[in-house]
């Protein structure tokens, strides 16, 4: 038992040693203990705190709040992916079949690193979609989808980018950013109010594009089984897993609420109850 426990500590230091230095002494790098915490509590305060909060509260207008925000989360998300392409994926300097990370502190690196940690740090302001939803009393869209999305991303992404800021482990920022550009354009646009509804026609399209995301960044990350690349493979298992996850949850999401509905509604449409009858007299 002690052997065990002295390999263990052993493999623990080992794999510290591995970790990107560059990020040593920034914000919640130390260790990944805080962005846990961080997540635990949004999962309490979502499913607990807030709801306790606001039962016997009206719901608040934040209407103001919501369209500032979401210009916001378009700004960022349009610089994280402005970075991540002409830097990386974009730049023509960037495999899409093996990209090992570059290490090194040139200028190109060095952004790249940088848009992968405000990608990391935007996950956890990204929490802020949900304590909306809690305010506004908006409680049918607080999914379990919704939650675990918010809430594991930000714990998945430490490793990730405490060992392997850039190359391969960035193409997910790359195109995740790519998708919060369009999804938060359309929260704006829903924020404007009744006048605006006739141009939302389009969330399940936006619904299809976050599950092309989810395949695109699969394939990218396990075609490294089949090809030499010097990249960590226990990453993109780790990577690859995660997105392999999220795809059933939005394959499933989008099951329920785009072709289970439609079914239903179709289906009462043409039942008999639903067929005027005529009148005796006609």
């Known amino acids: 038992m002690a052997s065990l426990i002295q390999a263990v500590i052993l493999e623990k230091k080992r794999l510290w040693e591995s970790r990107d230095q560059r990020l040593d002494g920034w914000p919640l790098m130390s260790s990944p203990l805080p962005s846990i915490i961080i997540c635990l509590t949004y999962f309490y305060s979502v499913k607990v705190l807030g709801p306790k909060f606001m039962k016997n509260r009206p719901a608040y207008d934040l209407r103001g709040v919501l369209l500032v925000y979401n210009v916001f989360q378009i700004l960022i998300n349009s610089w994280i992916f402005h970075e991540l392409g002409r830097f990386g994926w974009l730049s023509g300097n960037y495999s899409f079949i093996c990209q090992p990370v570059d290490y090194s502190n040139s200028e190109a690196a060095l952004r790249i690193l940088r848009a992968s940690y405000w990608f990391y740090i935007l996950k956890f302001i990204d929490f802020f979609d ?53 999804m938060y354009f359309y929260y704006f646009l829903a924020a404007m109010g009744p006048g605006v509804q006739k141009y939302l026609g389009w969330k399940k399209y936006l619904t299809t594009f976050q599950i092309i995301q989810f395949v695109a960044a699969s394939i990218h990350c396990f075609q490294l089984m089949f090809v030499d690349c010097d990249f960590p493979i226990g990453f993109c298992w780790w990577i690859g897993c995660q997105e392999l996850l999220f795809l059933c949850l939005f394959i499933n999401f989008y099951k329920h609420t785009y072709v289970e509905k439609k079914e239903t509604a179709g289906s009462v449409s043409l039942s008999p109850a639903a067929i005027p009858r005529k009148r005796k007299n006609q």
């Open 130 to 182: 949900t304590l909306f939803f809690v305010l506004r009393k908006k409680n049918n869209q607080i999914t379990t989808l919704h939650v675990l999305h918010h809430g594991l991303l930000p714990m998945n992404i430490w490793p990730g980018l405490r060992f392997t800021a850039g190359g391969q482990a960035s193409f997910f920022a790359f195109l995740n950013a790519l998708v919060h550009i369009v």
